[in-house]
């Protein structure tokens, strides 16, 4: 008899707890603050967020579990803080800190609702600290949800701006889809097994009647796809590029990293503790997965060009296509070794290293976008020449994408990916993955190199942006308090704040405010000190056991 006496472990939810209770606060606040007020918001949801962070301390290294339900003798948990559920809500609530950090300035710049952001922004991060901990099928579709859905708002959050709402729908359109499959999988599984508790599920597929194999299997597909759509997984990929040019570049480099913390968790707890019966049928598929992503992503960036009206956002959210494929190879290994947990712990290390340097390319970019809207490579054409360290900072963040000394951060992260392939029987996966990452290494290096170059003259600028110009609507703050942003006519270059040739290059006259030069810088430090001591964040993962 099971009995529905549940004890709840307030420590062990607390990160998730503290967070959507801040974005809770903030959005009541929100109806009580004036204009000129504000920016506290942002303070606030910043300071939850780093809060929510440390609660994260008194669990470490522990496995706590809450929710639990006693059947034959054994515990059914809906919520369980293991190593694993840790090591993914510190890159959660650390990607979602220093996007808050990046977000300060830019809600202001674009005039976005504040009240609304900070909200959308804590829910997301909410329920991606959520799921992790999930343990049974219901409770990983609702934080899925909890973290996609304010991710919508967010991309379309400019008001008026044409290529922010374009990228909502698409985005929405296409999330919409992958949770209806997603739903349908997980019912399958459920009338086949009668149980939603991962540990149940994958006992009911391994004693489950002739009669039901074939829906069995349908299911387990199904759900697959819907995870696999939020690792942004090839052919799942399309929404990525527009979705993140549209969106503000903080919201673009939160779904870059906590977005696919989201997808990836998801698909590591579906497979190894719900499907290991199936692995011979799910190990194959996350390796033609993995093969097919980080070819597309990295085929794709090469077409980003410096000198042409190339995007270098465009480029960042194809570069973080291809990333994803190399984050899916331990996955798909783990169907072919004995240890899954070994396979698992790769992939946690290269999500928290890549999760360091990307934020902070994209911190970089949230900064030059201040004075050149349109952000393309071209823009950070003589970046060295007027903010010396922040040139720096983007050449090593680049090469430490690209997996390159000094940037070991990133080349550590690779050895473990591609180890873990060969160890795993996966030769071919391993070749493929080697190919991409000659690839990628053309695109990285060819716009570290523009950030070197010497600037072009003004008029030189005012040419180009003439000739290659295609109009962007701008956003700007309404006249009244509250009203939004309207789009500005598109009848020229942008002419934002400190744009086109009179902003010179990249970043000259803009002054970087405090919270964004903390974020790049933090990213920065974070990245030297884990390329000097890479083994800090290899052996944290190894730890992360499921």
């Not at 918001?41 to 809060?51: D, E, F, H, Q, R």
Request: charged content about 10%; proline content about 7%.
């Amino acid at each position: 008899m099971t009995s529905l006496v549940q004890s709840v472990d307030w420590l062990a939810i607390a990160p998730p707890t503290i967070t959507a209770l801040v974005g809770l606060a903030v959005l009541v606040a929100d109806l009580f603050v004036s204009e000129r007020r504000k920016p506290l918001l942002g303070w606030i949801s910043t300071a939850g967020l780093a809060v929510a962070g440390l609660s994260l301390l008194p669990i470490l290294g522990g496995d706590r579990r809450t929710f639990c339900l006693s059947s034959g003798g054994q515990d059914a948990c809906s919520y369980v803080a293991d190593p694993f559920t840790i090591a993914v809500q510190l890159l959660v609530l650390g990607g979602a800190l220093l996007t808050a950090l990046l977000s300060l300035h830019t809600v202001r710049d674009l005039g976005l609702p504040a009240g609304e952001y900070w909200f959308l922004l804590l829910s997301s991060a909410a329920g991606a600290a959520l799921l992790p901990a999930s343990r049974d099928l219901a409770t990983l579709v609702v934080a899925l949800e909890v973290a996609s859905l304010p991710a919508f708002a967010l991309v379309g959050l400019r008001r008026g701006d044409r290529l922010s709402s374009e990228a909502a729908l698409k985005f929405f359109l296409s999330s919409v889809a992958a949770t209806a499959v997603t739903l349908l999988g997980v019912s399958f599984i459920y009338a086949v097994t009668g149980s939603m508790h991962l540990t149940e599920v994958a006992a009911g597929l391994a004693d489950l009647p002739a009669r039901f194999e074939t829906l069995a299997t349908v299911g387990v597909v199904l759900t697959l796809v819907g995870f696999a759509f939020k690792t942004a997984a090839a052919p799942f990929h399309f929404w990525v590029p527009d979705t993140y040019v549209g969106a503000p570049v903080p919201i673009a480099g939160y779904l870059s990293v906590v977005g696919k913390a989201v997808g990836f968790s998801g698909l590591i707890l579906v497979t190894v503790l719900a499907f290991p019966g199936y692995a011979g049928m799910w190990g194959p598929v996350m390796a033609v997965f993995a093969a097919l992503t980080m070819t597309a992503g990295n085929v794709a960036a090469l077409r980003q060009r410096p000198g042409r009206a190339y995007s270098a956002v465009r480029l960042l959210a194809w570069s973080s296509v291809g990333q994803a494929g190399y984050l899916l190879v331990p996955i798909a290994a783990a169907a072919y070794t004995d240890d899954p947990n070994d396979a698992i712990g790769s992939t946690v290390a290269y999500a928290l290293m890549y999760a360091v340097v990307n934020l902070g390319a994209f911190g970089v970019a949230a900064l030059v976008a201040r004075t050149h809207p349109a952000n393309r490579i071209a823009d950070y054409r003589g970046l060295y020449a007027t903010r010396p360290l922040v040139a720096l900072a983007l050449g090593f963040f680049l090469i430490s994408l690209a997996g390159l000394p000094p940037g070991v951060v990133g080349l550590f992260a690779k050895v473990a990916v591609f180890s873990t392939a060969v160890d795993a029987g996966l030769g071919w996966l391993a070749v493929v993955m080697a190919v991409n990452v000659v690839i990628a290494l053309y695109y990285y290096l060819q716009w570290t190199a523009v950030l070197f170059r010497s600037p072009r003259p003004e008029s030189d600028q005012a040419a180009e942006q003439e000739q290659e110009r295609e109009p962007q609507p701008v956003t700007v703050p309404a006249s009244g308090p509250g009203t939004g942003t309207e789009p500005a006519p598109a009848t020229g270059p942008a002419t934002g704040p400190a744009s086109g040739p009179a902003a010179g290059p990249a970043g000259v006259r803009a002054k970087i405010p405090g919270p964004l030069a903390a974020a790049i810088g933090l990213a920065a430090v974070l990245g030297i000190v884990l390329s000097g001591a890479p083994q800090l964040i290899l052996r944290f993962a190894s730890a992360a056991l499921l």
